[in-house]
């Protein structure tokens, strides 16, 4: 399990407004970070035209390499460290490019400012 790969992972049981359900999700940890058997990720949703405005929303188009059948949207705000039990099936990778504006994103949500070149 490596950064930029995209999962098929089980969010249940969740609580309140938290993403659920068995979904598409985006490693994002570093790969050489951490001992315990858990991985953040970024959950994947349907992608809808309104997220356009959401800074937080990155969209992720289907085919190609990331295994996904229709246009998605990684939801940098509903952010997850996760056991390694709930991760279903390996499903496709993102490219660099797609990372990189996730990075942008959860700087976004962190309000972590951006470096500027």
Known sequence: MKRGEVWLINL??????????TRPGIIINDDKLGILPLRIIVPVTDWKDRYTAAPWMVKVESGGLTGLSKASSADCFQIRSISK????????IVDDMVLAEIEVALAQVFSIPTLKF
């Open 85 to 92: 039990e709930r991760f279903v099936k390996q499903l496709g």
């Open 12 to 21: 249940d049981p969740t609580v309140g407004a938290e993403i659920q359900k």
